[in-house]
């Protein structure tokens, strides 16, 4: 792909130099909708990436193709406004712009992006566009930063300028994650390491084909929700200032406080949190049964409590149940459609190809994609 890219850039805008710079897509192992709550994560980078070539020009004006689109378009570093045409191109100009907003000086571009990290898959496309972009405009512009630092600049730029109120996982694991670990995250403390996977199991996905929106209300919907109980609860509790500070104590003697839809929003939230922190502990004593049932766990109160699955996943999860060689599965990513994580015995992922996508046809009548994290 680099050297694709190389070519078909250098030729496209008559430059001789270039670079390229990659961020790949991610899968969430457990730990969903909790990062805006100031929980715990444990997502793992996928090779599947996308690239960003750049080289510098004089003046202001960034002109971005994107081939997988068929689309192009330019913008001027000194008015960037938000582009209906091509919303696309609002990650590149999100990006440049907080950039800008740190004090940042930038120079005029011409950008050429390419992908195969599935679009509305909930396989974070959109971070990874946003991290490509970010580290071309940082190698073109000198600009150093921590990765800490680079993942909410890209998170900021995702909120303010494409308008999702996206968590930190998604751009925290496209700067820093590892191919092949999972990456634990802290998401108020920005504490994170890397964490072991299963030598003999893999990480498989599959994909629904059914395109999830982010935009969509549903997500923003549910952010709210998570706030109106910790404002019910931090109204009798010293320090709950997030969904994180409750406890599953302080939930039960609230209970009665909280509508009855809000009441199993939290409790998805204050139940993942801890089912990621004991994942930590299974998945560091070579549990991977143990892990897998808290797959299944985080899937059924995602689809019962959360209320994010759909026909489709619910089919897709239900399906391994009857499968010998599958540790674990549930829905990943924010919901409504998207893709399952399965983790499946590393002899048995043929077979659970093979079975899956039986499965979902005779289902469903559509065809599921099946990808190797
Ligand atoms: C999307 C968001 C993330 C996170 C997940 C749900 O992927 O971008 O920040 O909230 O949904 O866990």
Redesign the pocket.
Same mark, same amino acid.
């Given at each position: 792909m680099e050297a694709r890219l190389t070519e078909e850039h250098r030729s496209f805008f008559s430059v001789d130099k270039s670079e390229v710079h990659r961020a790949p897509g991610r899968v969430?192992l457990i730990?969903?909708?909790? $990062? !805006?709550n100031d929980g715990f994560?444990l997502p793992t980078p996928l090779d599947r990436h996308v690239w960003a070539a750049a080289s510098p020009r004089e003046g202001v004006r960034v002109t971005v193709r994107a081939p997988d689109l068929g689309d192009q378009m330019e913008f001027r570093l000194d008015v960037i406004t938000r582009s209906a045409d091509h919303p696309w191109g609002n990650y590149v100009m999100g990006v440049a712009q907080a950039l800008q907003e740190e004090g940042h000086t930038l120079r005029g571009a011409y950008m050429t992006i390419r992908g195969d990290v599935p679009i509305g898959a #909930?396989l =974070?496309s =959109?971070?990874a566009f946003l991290m490509a972009s970010l580290r071309a405009f940082q190698s073109m512009n000198r600009i150093s930063l921590e990765p800490v630092e680079s993942a909410y600049l890209a998170k900021r730029a995702e909120n303010q300028f494409v308008g999702?109120q996206? #968590?930190?996982? $998604?751009q925290f694991v496209a700067a820093m994650g590892e191919h092949g670990k999972a990456l634990f995250i802290d998401c108020r403390t920005n504490e994170h390491r890397l964490v072991e996977l299963p030598r003999d199991h893999k990480v498989v996905i599959v994909n629904t084909m059914k395109s999830r929106d982010?935009t969509s209300s549903a !997500?923003n919907e549910r952010r709210g929700q998570c706030l109106e109980a910790v404002l019910v609860i931090g109204r009798h509790e010293t320090g709950v200032t997030a969904l994180r500070d409750v406890t599953p104590e302080m939930l039960i003697k609230h209970w009665g406080e909280l509508q009855p839809g809000i009441q199993r929003r939290a409790r998805h939230v204050v139940t993942e949190n801890q089912r990621v922190l004991e994942s930590l502990e299974l998945l560091g004593g070579g549990d991977v049964e143990g892990f897998g049932d808290l797959m299944y766990d985080s899937h059924e109160s995602l689809r019962h409590d959360y209320e994010v699955s759909c026909r489709e996943l619910d089919i897709l999860v239900d399906a391994t149940l009857e499968m010998r060689g599958v540790a674990g599965a549930r829905m990943t990513?924010? #919901?409504f459609g998207g893709c399952t994580v399965n983790l499946v015995e590393e002899g048995y992922v043929d077979k659970f190809t093979e079975l899956i996508k039986e499965k979902y046809l005779s289902s469903t009548a559509k065809r599921a994609e099946v990808y190797l994290a």
């Amino acid at each position: 792909m680099e050297a694709r890219l190389t070519e078909e850039h250098r030729s496209f805008f008559s430059v001789d130099k270039s670079e390229v710079h990659r961020a790949p897509g991610r899968v969430n192992l457990i730990g969903e909708h909790t $990062d !805006y709550n100031d929980g715990f994560v444990l997502p793992t980078p996928l090779d599947r990436h996308v690239w960003a070539a750049a080289s510098p020009r004089e003046g202001v004006r960034v002109t971005v193709r994107a081939p997988d689109l068929g689309d192009q378009m330019e913008f001027r570093l000194d008015v960037i406004t938000r582009s209906a045409d091509h919303p696309w191109g609002n990650y590149v100009m999100g990006v440049a712009q907080a950039l800008q907003e740190e004090g940042h000086t930038l120079r005029g571009a011409y950008m050429t992006i390419r992908g195969d990290v599935p679009i509305g898959a #909930g396989l =974070s496309s =959109s971070a990874a566009f946003l991290m490509a972009s970010l580290r071309a405009f940082q190698s073109m512009n000198r600009i150093s930063l921590e990765p800490v630092e680079s993942a909410y600049l890209a998170k900021r730029a995702e909120n303010q300028f494409v308008g999702v109120q996206c #968590g930190v996982m $998604d751009q925290f694991v496209a700067a820093m994650g590892e191919h092949g670990k999972a990456l634990f995250i802290d998401c108020r403390t920005n504490e994170h390491r890397l964490v072991e996977l299963p030598r003999d199991h893999k990480v498989v996905i599959v994909n629904t084909m059914k395109s999830r929106d982010l935009t969509s209300s549903a !997500y923003n919907e549910r952010r709210g929700q998570c706030l109106e109980a910790v404002l019910v609860i931090g109204r009798h509790e010293t320090g709950v200032t997030a969904l994180r500070d409750v406890t599953p104590e302080m939930l039960i003697k609230h209970w009665g406080e909280l509508q009855p839809g809000i009441q199993r929003r939290a409790r998805h939230v204050v139940t993942e949190n801890q089912r990621v922190l004991e994942s930590l502990e299974l998945l560091g004593g070579g549990d991977v049964e143990g892990f897998g049932d808290l797959m299944y766990d985080s899937h059924e109160s995602l689809r019962h409590d959360y209320e994010v699955s759909c026909r489709e996943l619910d089919i897709l999860v239900d399906a391994t149940l009857e499968m010998r060689g599958v540790a674990g599965a549930r829905m990943t990513g924010a #919901g409504f459609g998207g893709c399952t994580v399965n983790l499946v015995e590393e002899g048995y992922v043929d077979k659970f190809t093979e079975l899956i996508k039986e499965k979902y046809l005779s289902s469903t009548a559509k065809r599921a994609e099946v990808y190797l994290a």
